[in-house]
């Protein structure tokens, strides 16, 4: 029983560990945890049992396995991933087409952030990664984010070997939000997604209505999400699910609008006239489903390439 006992401890710690970019360590100190582990017979684990000696076997063998890994491959990329966060995400692509993380690093404020300290920070992991052949050689070329072009080209031509690019997918990713900042288009329809959404959401005898359509239309109700401005800014997310939810509702919507009931609240309720006039205008409609969709088609881009990782020939400039 007591081996039954430790091995079900040393898994339950494993899982903490592993998951730890979605569960917290201050979780096992939750009661209910507690409880559980007491009903099916096992004892409480602190955070120290985490964090302590385990932790820093578990580190120890990662950093073992990284250094097989990079000892064994003849070649390697380096990603960088942050430039302009407060933590830069290094890691190291590999010919069979893994990926291990090397390391992060807290970066300077972006007054102190010079291309030369990015150099010198691609240099020194890139010499790290090869330290067991001696060889920086062996670094075929470094991907980062387009705010690290100048000191990639830089590279570049310091070290001619190299085959330096911006990434892809946060290319992409960015142009949605270069889009939204520079297209009325993209700031019209959401905002007016966000008007429709938020009156619906916020007027209960008119919700009524959307409810009883949506759960005809779609065999359920539910509230439509609001996305706040500016809607230019991060990855343009929110504001996409709710263009998704605005399109879906489309025909609970114009059926809601066509009602008796909210032709009355129209009579007194000046929102409720300019949101009906929207709701039954085909370029309002217009609008949304075209942002949508260059938007999906960008995104749907994006998991392709995360997904398929193609090679550097199949790589558009962005």
């Given at each position: 029983f007591h081996m039954v006992q430790h091995t079900s401890i040393l898994l339950l710690t494993d899982w903490f560990l592993e998951s730890s970019g979605s569960a917290s360590l201050s979780a096992v100190e939750h009661p209910k945890l507690k409880n559980f582990l007491r009903q099916v017979g096992l004892p409480e684990i602190s955070r120290a049992d985490l964090a302590g000696a385990r932790l820093d076997a578990r580190f120890?063998?990662?950093r073992a396995d990284a250094t097989a890994c990079f000892r064994?491959?003849?070649?390697?990329?380096?990603?960088?991933?942050?430039?302009r966060e407060q933590v830069i995400t290094l890691s190291v692509n590999l010919p069979n087409d893994t990926s291990v993380f090397h390391r992060a690093v807290p970066m300077p404020a972006p007054a102190s952030a010079s291309p030369d300290y990015a150099q010198e920070l691609f240099l020194d992991a890139a010499s790290s990664v090869s330290a067991s052949s001696g060889d920086i050689r062996h670094c075929a070329g470094i991907?980062?984010?387009?705010?690290?072009s100048k000191t990639l080209r830089d590279l570049e031509t310091k070290h001619h070997w190299m085959v330096n690019l911006t990434c892809q997918v946060h290319g992409l990713s960015r142009l949605v939000s270069d889009m939204a900042r520079e297209l009325p288009l993209f700031n019209n329809a959401a905002s007016n997604?966000?008007?429709i959404a938020g009156y619906f959401n916020t007027t209960p005898s008119v919700r009524a209505?959307?409810?009883k359509h949506q759960v005809q239309e779609h065999g359920h109700a539910?509230?439509?999400p609001i996305a706040a401005p500016p809607y230019n800014g991060g990855e343009f997310a929110a504001a996409f699910v709710m263009l998704e939810s605005i399109l879906t509702s489309a025909r609970p919507l114009q059926l809601a609008v066509l009602e008796e009931s909210y032709k009355?609240?129209?009579?007194?309720d000046l929102s409720a006239r300019e949101i009906a006039a929207m709701v039954q205008n085909v370029a309002f409609w217009t609008e949304v489903e075209a942002?949508?969709?260059v938007v999906k088609m960008i995104m749907d881009l994006v998991k392709e390439m995360e997904t398929e990782r193609p090679l550097v020939e199949q790589c558009p400039p962005l």
């Open positions: 120890a063998e990662a064994e491959a003849r070649f390697f990329q380096l990603a960088a991933d942050g430039l991907i980062a984010d387009r705010f690290g997604c966000a008007k209505l959307l409810h539910f509230l439509l009355v609240v129209c009579i007194d942002t949508h969709s």
